[in-house]
Nanobody, 122 residues
Framework: QVQLVESGGGLVQAGGSLRLSCAAS????????MAWFRQAPGKEREFAAV????????SYADSVKGRFTVSRDNAKNTVYLQMNSLKPEDTAVYYC???????????????WGQGTQVTVAS
């Protein structure tokens, strides 16, 4: 059983940056593909980014491409989401997710964190 804990959220002005972290425990971190999703108030949870087990493969939603970067440190059992040029529409709860096999844009990931709030003020 993998436990995921996100951190790094907060309030930032439009145009600013934040780096989210997701620390994993309870499993062999390097066996898991890791993803970031986000959910704005009143909206469905949506895919933001994913990174494969090795860290060499990544994919992004069009809405964040060029502004967000996903990375991982397998030695620290942590995945990161560097968010630059933030916009008010990036305001959401951000969740990390893990799955041994699934690597995609859907919600089929087996393990989820509790989320961290990101608020971007205009």
């Amino acid at each position: 059983q993998v436990q995921l804990v996100e951190s790094g959220g907060g309030l930032v002005q439009a145009g600013g940056s934040l780096r989210l972290s997701c620390a994993a425990s309870g499993g062999t971190f390097s066996y898991y593909n890791m993803a970031w999703f986000r959910q704005a108030p009143g909206k469905e949870r949506e895919f933001a980014a994913v990174i494969d087990r090795s860290g060499r493969g990544t994919s992004y939603a069009d809405s964040v491409k060029g502004r967000f970067t996903v990375s991982r440190d397998n030695a620290k059992n942590t995945v990161y989401l560097q968010m630059n040029s933030l916009k008010p529409e990036d305001t959401a709860v951000y969740y990390c997710a893990a799955d041994h096999n699934y690597y995609g844009l859907g919600k089929e990931y087996a393990y989820w964190g509790q989320g961290t709030q990101v608020t971007v003020a205009s």
